[in-house]
């Protein structure tokens, strides 16, 4: 038979070696891994939690900052007003929450958004996905920890006089050198992690209570010293400032996801996840709501300026009801803020051993304890990774990062739900959103907006987190995937 092949043409070259390579990659990058595969992978954690549980691992991990800390640094910026910031971003928080609702209660796995993705959308989302998850809990674990210092060194004020020097309490940019307080806190946290999901649920449980009581006692102490006058002008910087405000409070509202991280803990993942992540969030906009109106109703809204230790100040200075309730405040704080970091650093390492276990990041992160059944040597890389940046790094700058991170992690929750809406309408769900796709639309919309309220510098370092987050997963992620071995891999390029 006639070879018909131009002398051009080897005999065994390859047709089209660029494009072979090239559809090889974008292979990888789209391939989900399917639902069913997620949740038989579940089952190395140790189930030991309950509704109840779940409900104060989310009210733990989103009660205290926000109201205690970043109140202060909100108030300068709309107001009296701030209220309404605080309805703008509980109703952003709730239109995703009802997403998460929905996913946790369909994928009972440890990985939150970052798992919901996953199964969804295509892997390179579900890597962005989780790499925005580590912003917004590591470095808000490490926002966190800065709070805790300021109500130390109130209290210590309050009570022995003394406080402790600005070069050891503070970050460098603002006056101090390393942060001690902030690392404290988080070495705390981690030695009650690693004793075990159980133990350190319970002693979350308890300093839940202690803050929620915290509040109430702080808001009964400030509805006293109300003044009408304290509310006019009620928005002196216009609807701008609500949003603004509203967007570095959306900060306030990282947490209430954390139910969702503990999906392989959960005795009854379908049903518990749902409840508790909404009851938690109802719960802690409520408080949130009744706070600021007492704090901003007993203290003139442009002394907040530069105010540390927000409530403290505002029980010392503006209700005149002596240093007794100030310390009982700060006792208060100390213990809520210490909740959060304790919550918060419990679904970050939560987080990061789902995606170990994909093989996106080293396998270190996904190696459990026989003994206690939790990442042990998760939690002691992660916990100290935290404690050094939150030893040198202002509040400020880490709020805002954590905030818009956290904002694109909720937006693709809610375009999950309708993905999976559409494509897998057979699978059980425990949860259903309310009037889809008006609700996961109007939440993803409202994720935008946030987003959009938030300055540039935010929007260079949030550039420059993915940029990072994406040279890691093409270096490393997508070459280790576990998803490889049912992947077709393209012809090799000499």
């Not at 509040?215 to 701008?240: E, K, Q």
């Not at 900060?251 to 005795?267: K, L, P, V």
């Not at 709501?289 to 505002?314: K, T, Y």
Request: aromatic residues 8%; hydrophobic residues 50%; positive net charge.
């Amino acid at each position: 038979m006639e070879d018909r092949r131009t002398p051009e043409t080897p005999r065994n070259a390859p047709t089209s070696p660029g494009r072979s390579a090239a559809a090889g990659v974008a292979s990888r990058l789209v391939r989900r891994k399917p639902v069913e595969q997620l949740t038989a992978e579940t089952g190395q954690l140790r189930r030991s939690l309950g509704l109840a549980q779940l409900t104060m691992i989310s009210i733990g991990a989103t009660l205290g900052t926000g109201i205690f800390v970043v109140l202060g640094e909100a108030v300068p910026k709309a107001g009296p007003a701030v209220v309404l910031s605080f309805v703008l971003a509980g109703l952003t928080a709730l239109f995703s929450a009802l997403s998460y609702a929905e996913l946790a209660g369909m994928i009972p796995a440890s990985g939150s958004s970052y798992s919901y993705t996953y199964a969804t959308l295509d892997e390179l989302v579900a890597w962005v996905c989780g790499w925005c998850l580590i912003l917004e809990y590591g470095v808000s674990v490490a926002a966190v920890a800065v709070g805790w210092g300021q109500y130390l060194n109130e209290l210590l004020h309050l009570t022995v006089g003394v406080t402790i020097p600005q070069v050891f309490s503070q970050p460098p940019g603002e006056g101090g050198l390393i942060n001690i307080p902030a690392v404290v806190v988080v070495l705390l946290a981690m030695f009650l992690l690693l004793g075990g999901a159980r133990e350190s649920a319970r002693a979350n449980a308890v300093m839940v209570v202690i803050k929620v009581a915290t509040l109430l006692v702080f808001c009964a102490v400030a509805f006293t010293a109300v003044r009408d006058g304290n509310f006019t002008p009620f928005m002196p910087l216009g609807m701008a400032g609500v949003s603004a405000a509203g967007a570095t409070l959306f900060f306030s509202y990282i947490g209430f996801d954390a139910a969702s991280t503990a999906g392989e803990e959960a005795r009854d993942a379908r049903k518990d996840l749902p409840r508790a992540i909404v009851l938690s969030l109802l719960v802690v906009t409520a408080l949130y709501c009744l706070v600021a109106l007492a704090a901003v109703g007993a203290m003139p809204w442009s002394r907040f300026a530069d105010a540390e230790a927000v409530l403290s100040q505002v029980l010392t200075q503006a209700t005149g009801a002596g240093v007794l309730w100030s310390v009982l405040l700060s006792v208060g704080a100390l213990v809520a803020i210490s909740s959060v970091v304790l919550a918060v650093l419990y679904g970050q390492t939560r987080i990061l051993f789902s995606m170990s276990r994909d093989g996106l990041i080293p396998r270190v992160f996904s190696r459990v304890d026989e003994r206690t059944g939790t990442p042990r040597k998760n939690v002691v890389i992660v916990s100290l990774a935290v404690a050094v940046l939150s030893a040198a790094v202002p509040l400020g700058s880490l709020a805002d990062a954590t905030s818009i991170g956290t904002l694109f992690a909720f937006g693709l929750v809610n375009v999950a739900v309708l993905v999976l809406r559409r494509s897998r309408p057979e699978l059980p769900r425990g949860f259903r959103v309310p009037l889809s796709p008006v609700t996961p639309l109007l939440g993803a919309g409202f994720c935008l907006y946030m987003m959009a309220s938030l300055g540039a510098d935010t929007w260079l370092v949030f550039l420059g987190w993915m940029t990072a987050g994406l040279v890691l997963y093409f270096s490393y992620g997508m070459r280790r995937s576990r998803l490889n071995a049912s992947t077709p891999q393209a012809d090799p390029v000499e």
